[in-house]
């Protein structure tokens, strides 16, 4: 006869994990790093020791349909170009919207509210395209590279997906990045951090034409397109700000890697925070 015995129960279960010493990231990207930026200690709770945040259903919903519903379009374009088949039309943003706006959590009423919000932005994304010479390569294309940190203490992947990849008539890598923000100033965008992470990943090769699995040359311009306006800036990153980015990366990865995760409390800050209801940091006020 076999006697089935119940392991016992220990005293204590085992603690979880903290950012003290759970394992760290080994890829960094544009957002985790302005995460960490902006707040040590939001970046330690989200990246680290991956809590789930308190983010209401609605509050990226229009942001994420607008942007699925270009690319969408963007995927449509380029099977057209291959195929030789119509190009996409208005039912074709249209029909992407619907479905990320079903699947959103929203109410009916949201919902509604949302597409009567977004009837002008599509009209306004057609416009632009049908003014558009260059050629779609690929949408939500992703990158990632190898980045070597300082004294020789290992390196990591930094990681990354491009809104849109176009190939220009001369040939040269343009980058679109949507934003369904405010608009911005010119200045605003010559300055944009983003930006400068995505010319980054694509002059160190981290960028492929998914039809040819060849490596695209480095971005001849960049640009941010606002999609409640239609307004599309272009700007340029030079060798000299790429080497300025590369030299902050590993700057900030440093820290990470010394597990520096002090709070940075603000109210304005704060108010966005999906931790703020468990932070002990927290600003009263947000």
């Not at 590279?145 to 390196?155: F, N, P």
């Not at 490596?215 to 001849?220: F, M, Q």
């Not at 640009?223 to 900030?252: I, M, N």
């Not at 932070?279 to 006020?285: L, V």
């Amino acid at each position: 006869m076999t006697t089935e015995t119940t392991p016992p129960i220990p005293e204590t279960a085992p603690a979880p994990r903290s950012m003290t010493d759970a394992p760290l990231p080994a890829c960094e990207s544009y957002s985790s790093i302005s995460t960490y930026r902006a707040c040590p200690l939001r970046y330690g709770f989200r990246y680290v020791e991956r809590r789930p945040g308190e983010v209401s259903p609605g509050q990226f919903a229009f942001g994420s349909a607008v942007h699925k519903a270009f690319e969408a379009f963007g995927l449509a374009h380029i099977r057209a170009h291959a195929d030789g088949t119509p190009e996409p039309g208005p039912e074709t943003l249209q029909a992407a919207l619907d479905r990320k706006l079903a699947s959103s959590g929203m109410t009916d009423a949201e919902i509604e509210e949302a597409r009567r919000r977004a009837i002008p932005v599509l009209a306004r994304f057609i416009e632009v395209e049908a003014r558009t010479q260059a050629d779609p390569v690929a949408v939500e294309l992703g990158f990632g590279i190898a980045v070597e940190l300082a004294d020789d203490s290992g390196g990591f992947r930094f990681v990354g997906y491009v809104d849109r990849v176009d190939r220009a008539p001369n040939g040269s890598t343009q980058i679109v990045d949507y934003k369904t923000g405010r608009s911005r100033s010119q200045a605003d965008v010559d300055a944009d951090a983003q930006l400068t992470a995505y010319a980054f990943g694509c002059a160190r090769g981290g960028l492929r034409d998914p039809a040819t699995g060849m490596t695209l040359a480095p971005a001849s311009r960049l640009g941010l397109y606002f999609a409640e306006s239609g307004e599309l800036l272009w700007t340029t990153r030079t060798d000299e700000q790429l080497a300025v980015f590369e030299s902050g990366l590993v700057e900030t990865v440093g820290r990470i890697r010394d597990r520096e995760f002090a709070a940075r409390p603000a109210p304005w800050r704060c108010r966005w925070c999906e931790y703020r209801g468990e932070c002990p940091e927290a600003s009263p006020a947000a």
